[in-house]
C-alpha cells in the first residue's frame, strides 16, 4: 500500500533516453525522475513524505547546513533478479545507523518506517531504472538529510529536510588497491564523528585521500587518533584481514562506522572456514603479520564495491610492503562473490537480508 503521495513528473525519460543511459550508467551521471522529500519542524515532527519530480532544491542562503555542516547520508542498493523482481539488502541497517547518525549531529531523527517505506515506493516507482542484473549493476540509493533552517546562530536547526536520490550504477569491477597507512591524518577520534556518516568526515578524507595519491595508493588506512597506533579503517570502506590461522580479523567498533557488509561478512565467516574476530589490531601486529607471512589476505568492503583487494600498504616508516603475492587473495574473492550471489538472488539468502520491493 502506498503511503507517500507521488508527484509525477511531466517530462520524464523517454524509453530510449533511459535505455541509452543503462546501456552505460557509470555511477552518479544519471538520476531517477523523481526523490522523496519529507519535512520536520520543531513542534510538528516529520510531515509530509512525498515522490516528486527530481529537480533543484531552493535553499536560503543562511541555511545552517551551508555554515555548520549538520547533514547525515546514507547509501544502499537496489538489486534485479533473473526473475525481474526487486530487493534490498538490509535496509533496516541502513535505517537504524540514520538515526544515530542524527542522533550524533543533535538532529532530528527520522522514524524508521519512514526511511524503510520511502525508499520502497521510490524504488517500486522507478523499477524500470533498475539496472539489468548483469555484471553487477545496480539502482544505488543516497538518502540524506540537511539542516534547512535559514539561522546563522551556532545551536542545532528547527527545520530539516530529508531526500532520497536514486541513480543507476554501473558494471564496477574494484581494482586491487595499495593503502597508505597516514602518519599526519586521522579519521576519527574518541568521542568525534567517526562512527556517524556525516558529510563534514568525507571532507575531512580528502587531503589524506590526495597524499595517498601521492604516495602510489588508491586509498587510506586510518590508524586511531590518540596513538597512531591501531588500525581503524578506510575513508569509505571497513579494514579486513585473513590470516594462516583461518582467522577472519577486524577492527573492533569504537570509533569506526559500522559497516553493513563488514557486518555481513562477519556473519557469512564461518561458512568460509574463518572464524569472525572483532579486536584492536595494531599497525605492528600488521606489519610483522606481513613479514612473517602470518597475515594472508587484506580487503576493504563497503556497499559500493563490496570487497576490495588489498594488495599492499605504503608508509613513511616501512615503506612499500606487499600482501601475500601481490594478487587479490582467494578466499577474499570467493566471500565477494558469495555476498553479491545473496544480493543477487543466485544463492541462499539464509540470514533473512533481502527485503523484496513492490
Ligand atoms: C559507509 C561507510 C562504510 C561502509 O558501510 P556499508 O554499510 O558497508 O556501506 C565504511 N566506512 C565508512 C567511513 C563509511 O562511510
Not at 552505460?24 to 515522490?51: C, K, Q
Request: hydrophobic share 35%; aromatic share 8%; proline share 6%.
Amino acid at each position: 500500500m502506498a503511503i507517500l503521495d507521488l508527484q509525477r513528473s511531466t517530462n520524464p525519460t523517454s524509453d530510449e533516453q533511459r535505455a541509452a543511459a543503462l546501456a552505460d550508467p557509470g555511477f552518479g551521471r544519471y538520476y531517477t525522475d523523481h526523490m522523496v522529500l519529507a519535512n520536520y519542524t520543531e513542534g510538528s515532527g516529520w510531515e509530509n513524505p512525498r515522490i516528486v519530480p527530481t529537480t533543484n532544491f531552493s535553499l536560503h542562503p543562511a541555511a545552517s547546513v551551508l555554515h555548520y555542516g549538520q547533514e547525515i547520508f546514507e547509501g544502499l542498493k537496489a538489486y534485479r533478479h533473473d526473475d525481474d523482481s526487486i530487493w534490498l539488502f538490509r535496509p533496516e541497517r541502513n535505517a537504524m545507523r540514520f538515526v544515530g547518525s542524527a542522533l550524533r549531529l543533535q538532529m532530528a531523527p527520522l522514524p524508521e518506517e519512514i526511511f524503510l517505506d520511502s525508499i520502497m515506493e521510490l524504488v517500486d516507482a522507478e523499477r524500470a531504472w533498475v539496472p539489468e542484473n548483469t555484471g553487477e549493476q545496480s539502482l544505488y540509493i543516497r538518502p540524506f538529510q540537511i539542516a534547512d533552517e535559514p539561522y546563522l546562530g551556532v545551536r542545532e536547526a528547527h527545520k530539516y529536510l530529508y531526500a532520497v536520490l536514486a541513480t543507476p550504477a554501473g558494471a564496477y569491477y574494484p581494482d586491487p588497491v595499495k593503502l597508505w597507512i597516514t602518519p599526519n591524518y586521522t579519521r576519527a577520534a574518541k568521542g568525534g564523528t567517526g562512527t556517524a556518516k556525516c558529510g563534514g568526515n568525507y571532507a575531512a578524507s580528502l587531503a589524506a585521500a590526495a597524499e595517498a595519491q601521492d604516495h602510489g595508493c588508491g586509498q587510506v588506512l586510518y590508524t586511531d587518533g590518540a596513538e597512531h597506533k591501531w588500525l581503524e579503517e578506510c575513508g569509505t570502506m571497513n579494514f579486513m584481514m585473513i590470516t594462516r590461522d583461518d582467522e577472519l580479523l577486524t577492527p573492533a567498533l569504537g570509533t569506526i562506522l559500522e559497516g553493513v557488509t563488514r557486518d555481513s561478512i562477519l556473519h557469512l565467516a564461518a561458512e568460509h572456514g574463518l572464524t569472525p574476530i572483532q579486536r584492536p589490531i595494531s599497525i605492528d601486529e600488521l606489519r610483522d603479520g606481513l613479514d612473517s607471512g602470518y597475515v594472508t589476505e587484506a580487503f576493504a568492503c563497503g556497499t559500493a564495491a563490496v570487497i576490495t583487494p588489498i594488495v599492499g600498504f605504503n608508509s613513511p616508516e616501512r615503506g612499500e610492503e606487499t600482501v601475500g603475492d601481490g594478487q587479490p587473495g582467494a578466499r577474499t574473492q570467493t566471500l565477494r562473490q558469495h555476498l553479491l550471489d545473496i544480493q543477487y538472488g543466485r544463492a541462499a539468502d539464509r540470514h533473512g537480508w533481502l527485503r523484496r520491493v513492490g
